[in-house]
């Protein structure tokens, strides 16, 4: 008689765990997704920002640092228009990392992605808080910027890894590249604002120097979408 007992007692191997990855995760991959995004483009926000990163000083002493240093009205609105813009270079790049992690077959990547998006809606979140100190609000166009980095990532996906991660590499460029212009292109008497966008500028560097270590590299037309969706949002997003 044939012995089978030793092939129904052997552990399931790394491709089990796999496939049983795959098969069990996608709708609770999928309500997490909608609870982190709900939180960040709802009007009040939902992430918190104390202890967000060190040498941030109170909302208060942001209000009279901003009075005292002589910072007009003009330059709050300016400060703000430029955080705006940098918002949905990082708001875009996000929707990229949730699409990774909504279709990601590897657990790894899955989780990496998650990780991402996670610490990429506190730098959001920052950002928005600052706003709210300069009276002033996110832009009506974040919306749009998820909606679009996710279908990109998503179109990405079907082209498997290597294009998915090389347009992740390409959207967290584009989102380093803005904060560096927006952070130079603010008022002198801001200095809180440069903070923040100081912060946010080190996380995002250790996103791209996290997704960079993976090959990858993404459908040449892919990414002239990404650039051009990108021109058009961040345009929107100075004035709305």
Known sequence: MKNTS??????????????????????????????????ELSVGGGHPVRGGFAGRSSIRSALVESSASGGRRA??????????????????????FEAQALLAQDP????????IAREKARHLAWMRA?????????????????????????????????????LRVEAARQAIAGLQIETEGLPPTDGESRRVMGAVLVGETDHL????????????????????????????????
Do not use: K
């Open 6 to 39: 030793s092939t129904r007692d052997a552990p399931p191997g790394p491709g089990a765990a796999a496939d049983t990855f795959r098969r069990s995760g996608r709708v609770d991959r999928l309500l997490g997704m909608s609870a982190r995004v709900a939180a």
């Open 75 to 96: 330059d709050q609105r300016s400060s703000a228009a430029r955080l705006r813009v940098a918002r949905c270079a990082v708001i875009g790049a996000q929707g990229l």
């Open 108 to 115: 790894a990547l899955h989780a990496q992605g998650v990780r």
């Open 130 to 166: 600052r706003l709210g100190e300069l009276g002033e609000r996110p832009s009506a166009a974040d919306p749009a910027c998820f909606v679009g980095g996710l279908g990109l990532g998503l179109v990405a996906a079907r082209f498997g890894a290597r294009a998915s991660n090389g």
């Open 209 to 240: 120097h996290a997704i960079g270590r993976q090959p990858g590299a993404a459908p040449a037309w892919l990414g002239a979408a990404l650039r051009a969706c990108a021109r058009r949002v961040s345009g929107l997003a100075r004035y709305l």
